[in-house]
């Protein structure tokens, strides 16, 4: 048997690296683009052949930095996709991107190939902060591509990290309200890490403790416009991102390029999957279960109450702790409590 799969899509290249990152991506000032295109048109063809002409809900261009691809090679692939599967009448096609990298002219070609949602790297609203972290854009440059993009008739989103070295509440407080009035319908908030073998990693930064990290979050989620619908992301009505709700909702997705990862679901089996032919093996189904109660209760609605959910959770730890996780409607999540210490709340929760 087999289901729509969403496609996720690596692009590894940046311009440069920013001194926080872990990812797996690499400053290249020329990437062999053909070459490149070459390998994922290769993979795309390898699973149309070893899946069928499935569906395709969604296809998410991450990175690294996508919008560096010249826009030829993009339409390329985006042809290909259509032509090897059942790409969705209203599939959300989303591309990540950084200010710097995309003129006028440019966003209008990739949206002619297919972009209908465009996800921008902003990180901070203060230039020195931008320098801290290792980016290669201004405040200037962000503003000028938000204003190009929410012009268009396309979906716009804009990721932040807070938690900096100097941040308060106070800060990320004016940080929301500087976000309320550029009027974005969505952005994901993400709490600065520290790790190892980055830049910030070999430094001895004075960070923020966990309670002053706590009152961040909490002012976030009190100051934004937009609705927390996940752990980091905020959206309004309608504006959720549906590639990634539907990867926490435990649905089938492909993994395509190196550093990409997937759950392919095929013949009732469900493998784990990496980009570039790197990995393909079957996984227990106990095992995609506890993945699925993960990925779901670090949603706001949380996940379906289904029978294998029920069979991996204990049960007793849910009914002592009604202030950290409850159960409503057939569906399983964490309260706003919960939701600050998720990850001891998950060692406790499952089996």
């Not at 990180?123 to 012009?151: K, P, W």
């Not at 089938?252 to 093996?281: D, H, K, P, T």
């Not at 993945?291 to 730890?317: H, M, Q, S």
Request: hydrophobic share 40%.
């Amino acid at each position: 048997m087999t289901v729509p799969h969403n496609i996720y899509i690596h692009v590894p290249f940046c311009m440069s690296k920013c001194n926080y990152c872990a990812f797996f991506s690499r400053a290249c000032a020329n990437p062999d683009w053909r070459a490149y295109t070459d390998g994922i048109l290769s993979e795309i063809d390898y699973w149309a052949e070893k899946l069928g002409k499935i569906g395709v809900p969604t296809v998410f261009f991450g990175g690294g930095t996508p919008s560096l691809m010249p826009t030829d090679n993009f339409a390329e692939i985006m042809a290909r996709i259509r032509d090897r599967f059942e790409l969705a009448h209203d599939a959300e096609i989303t591309m990540e991107s950084n200010p710097g990298t995309l003129d006028a002219a440019r966003l209008d070609r990739f949206i002619d190939a297919g972009i209908n949602r465009l996800s921008i790297g902003v990180q901070s609203l203060t230039d020195g902060e931008l320098q801290f972290l290792g980016r290669r854009h201004n405040v200037a440059d962000t503003l000028r591509l938000i204003d190009d993009a929410m012009s268009r008739n396309i979906r716009v989103s804009a990721d932040f990290i807070y938690g900096l070295p100097e941040h308060t509440a106070k800060s990320v407080e004016k940080l929301c309200h500087d976000i309320n009035k550029i009027g974005l319908q969505h952005c994901s908030m993400y709490e600065l890490t520290i790790e190892p073998n980055t830049p910030f990693g070999k430094m001895n930064l004075n960070m923020p403790t966990n309670a002053e990290m706590a009152d961040m979050y909490n002012i976030i989620g009190e100051t934004l416009n937009l609705t927390r619908y996940e752990v980091s992301n905020y959206a309004a009505h309608g504006q959720e991102c549906r590639h990634n709700q539907n990867v926490w909702d435990g649905d089938a997705y492909i993994g395509i390029g190196r550093g990409a990862a997937g759950r392919i679901f095929l013949n009732n089996v469900w493998y784990e999957q990496l980009g570039g032919g790197a990995r393909f093996e079957a996984i227990e189904n106990s095992t995609r279960t506890v993945e699925k109660i993960i990925t779901g209760l670090r949603t706001t609605r949380g996940l379906l109450l289904a029978p294998d959910v029920k069979n991996a959770l204990n049960i007793e730890y849910v009914k002592q702790n009604p202030e950290l996780i409850e159960i409503a409607n057939g569906r399983i999540r964490a309260t706003k409590k919960g939701m600050l210490i998720l990850d001891d709340l998950l060692l406790n929760l499952v089996k």
